[in-house]
Structure formats: structure tokens, C-alpha cells
């Protein structure tokens, strides 16, 4: 608790599972933002079956958060940042449901980023049927983009949509939000990757927060789709906010083993001391880079014939069928 605020890193890439879900507690409002977690395809291998075992563990811990928080908020629409509402369990990526979804969301007040402006095609689908999905389940759904919501002495205070990475990458945008109560400020980027965006850093500094949980730039994409150029941007970003305050970084950039290495050189490079924690250090846990570690985990525990068996399914049937870990 610093004070009177209470943060808690859920589902992130250093505690196993792709995310930023961040339960925070102030004197008068308990918020859960971005509740959701997945998995991804990685080294051409499905995620192992240690990976599920963390999922599941996010997924009760998420829906634990969920019951003691009366706003859950949605900074953009990737499986990762949500819980999607999907009539039948999806087994693969996110173990999420309807069902799922309603544990979650159901009698909140859920504040989310507009579906109609600044959005890619996909997110606006996605947003459509969430919306559509919860309607009647949770409490109110209201768009949050550049909005502030006053709970007693605590403001949430969102930004405007920035660019998800770098602008222009087509990936989107995203909701940043700061959390302000009794002179301390928590604030959560979503996915600005380091920020890339001057216009992402811009905001970040104009709140003067006191944490930054941040999410870092995608260091293991640097050979393919995402440039060196912009990956630079975004360690430049991240340098500026060390200099300006405590830094908790994460998700995109602890997809790397060696993540922490590579960042605390570059971030020296630039004159900056490399003075940052992870999500999981933040409540006094060591990294678990499940993910980073896959093609590791498959050679040294390798996965049960009857997981094999499974994960050789086809498609929709892999989908409804739960892997046997």
C-alpha cells in the first residue's frame, strides 16, 4: 500500500502469461485494468504445458481481482488486454468464454475504449461483439477515451488514444491511465511499446506519476516485423521515463530471455542508469519467462504423449478441447 494505494500485477510475461492485467485499490475505489490474459505461437511451437498450467492460474487469480473490484477497465481490444466472450471455451490461446466473461464483468463498471473512433478494423469488430456480450452483464459500459472519473478522492484519468507501438503501425491504438489518489500517481501505459510514440511519452510526463507499468518495446521482433529504428524509439522512450520516476517494465519486452540485459546495456548507453524492476519483482517475485523459455521447457520437459496427441488436433477441435497438463 503507498498511500492509500494498494497495486497488484496480475497476468504478465514475467509471472508466465502474456498481459498487463494491474488490480489497484485506493480508500475508495478497487479497479481491475486490462483483465485478461493468453498465449501466443512462438519458435513454431504451442505454448507447453507448463504455460497452460499458468494460464489457468491467471485466469482463477483475474476472476479473484474481478469479485473485489467495482471498475474493470479495457485499454484496447487484443485477447490479452480482455476477457473475450466467446459462447464455448477457447482452449488454445485464452481459455476464456462467456461464462468467463461474466465472472469477470458482470455488476461492473466497465470503462473501455470507443469501438467507433481512433480503432483498426479487427479491434472494432472485437469491441462490437465484447460490447454486445456484456450488455445486460455488467453494471454500465462507458467509453473512457480522454475522460476522467472522480470516486470520492480518487481520480481515474485516461488519455486519449495513442498509438499501440509506433503511430502508423497499424496496429491500432490504445487507452493509457493514471490513478491518482492522495498525492501518489499509478500509471498504466497498455501497450505503448517503451512508449515508440512522442505523443504517448508526451502524456506519460504531463501526469508526473509517481510508478510507471509500462509495457516494453517487442525486443524479440526486432529481425522481422517490427524495425530496428522503431525498437530504438521505444528503448529512447523508456529511458526518459527512468529518469523521471519508478518504472516497472514489462509484457512485449520480457518475451526475450535476455531482456533485462539488453535493456539495462541500451539504457547506459544513453547515459541513463538502468534502474527498473519487472511486474513480478514489483510484489517481490523473481521472473518466470515461461514464453522466452519455450524452446527450453519442450527439450527439458518434454510434454506427455497424450498432450502431443492433443496439441495434434485439428483446428475447432483443439479449440473445445481442454490440453491435458
Not at 519483482?281 to 524452446?295: F, K, P, V
Amino acid at each position: 500500500m503507498r498511500s492509500g494505494l494498494l497495486i497488484r500485477p496480475i497476468a504478465f510475461e514475467t509471472m508466465g502469461v502474456r498481459g498487463m492485467c494491474t488490480y489497484v485499490e485506493t480508500p475508495d475505489v478497487k479497479v481491475l485494468i486490462d483483465a485478461g490474459a493468453s498465449l501466443g505461437m512462438r519458435f513454431g511451437l504451442i505454448p507447453h504445458p507448463r504455460e497452460y498450467r499458468a494460464l489457468s492460474e491467471a485466469r482463477k487469480t483475474i476472476r479473484e481481482y474481478a469479485a473485489k473490484s467495482e471498475v474493470i477497465t479495457v485499454s484496447h481490444y487484443h485477447y490479452d488486454h480482455y476477457t473475450p466472450a466467446w459462447r464455448d471455451r477457447e482452449y488454445v490461446w485464452t481459455w476464456s468464454c462467456l461464462e468467463e466473461a461474466e465472472a469477470v464483468y458482470k455488476d461492473k463498471l466497465v470503462l473501455v475504449k470507443d469501438i467507433r473512433s481512433k480503432i483498426n478494423l479487427s479491434q472494432r469488430k472485437r469491441g462490437w461483439l465484447f460490447e454486445k456480450a456484456i450488455d445486460g452483464i455488467a453494471q454500465r459500459i462507458e467509453v473512457a477515451d480522454g475522460r476522467e472519473f472522480t470516486f470520492n478522492e480518487t481520480k481515474l484519468r485516461f488519455s486519449p488514444p495513442v498509438p499501440h507501438g509506433e503511430g502508423g503501425s497499424g496496429l491500432g491504438w490504445v487507452l493509457m491511465l493514471c490513478i491518482e489518489h492522495g498525492g501518489f500517481k499509478v500509471l498504466h501505459t497498455s501497450d505503448v511499446q517503451g512508449p515508440m510514440s512522442e505523443e504517448a511519452l508526451e502524456w506519460i510526463l504531463s501526469q508526473q506519476p509517481s510508478l510507471v507499468v509500462v509495457g516494453g518495446p517487442p525486443l524479440y521482433l526486432s529481425e522481422g516485423r517490427v524495425s530496428g529504428g522503431s525498437i530504438a524509439k521505444g528503448l529512447r522512450g523508456l529511458a526518459e521515463l527512468v529518469k523521471a520516476t519508478r518504472v516497472a517494465v514489462d509484457h512485449h519486452v520480457a518475451r526475450d530471455e535476455g531482456w533485462r540485459e539488453q535493456v539495462a546495456s541500451e539504457l547506459r548507453a544513453l547515459g541513463v542508469e538502468a534502474r527498473f524492476v519487472s511486474a513480478a519483482e514489483l510484489i517481490g517475485l523473481s521472473d518466470n519467462l515461461l514464453e522466452a523459455r519455450r524452446r527450453k521447457l519442450y527439450e527439458e520437459e518434454p510434454p506427455s504423449e497424450e498432450f502431443q496427441r492433443w496439441s495434434r488436433l485439428r483446428g475447432e477441435e483443439r479449440r473445445r478441447t481442454p490440453p491435458p497438463i
